[in-house]
């Protein structure tokens, strides 16, 4: 069963039984706001994760995410949420700080 962690949101574990779903669909599921100000388009990288482990239990890179790699608006260990599908194992990841939104309270 696939698992997200979130680190810097007091170390949330969501779990899911869809293998390809997308973390910011799950993020979403579980009710907690996460920036994504393209509409979830991968026109952005405003819903970026920065990945501590587990990336091997993400999708392979999508071409959006290849296109801001290229423009090294996105580093080897980040995803865009909106375009990273969780396929299987556990994932630990925190919200990078320029997407942190104020009214949220972050545990780091």
């Given amino acids: ?54 990336l091997q239990n993400l999708s392979p890179l999508s071409p959006r995410e290849e296109f801001f790699r290229q423009q090294g608006r996105l580093s080897e260990n980040e995803r865009l949420t909106c375009q990273a599908q969780l396929m299987e194992g556990e994932v630990v990841c925190r919200v990078a700080e320029v997407n942190k939104f104020p009214h949220m309270d972050y545990s780091f």
């Fill in 1 to 54: 069963m696939p698992k997200l962690r979130i680190e810097n949101l007091y170390d949330t574990l969501l779990e899911t039984a869809q293998q390809g779903q997308t973390v910011l669909s799950l993020i979403h599921d579980a009710r907690i706001d996460w920036m994504h100000a393209c509409g979830k388009k991968g026109r952005c990288t405003s819903c970026k994760m920065i990945v501590i482990s587990g």
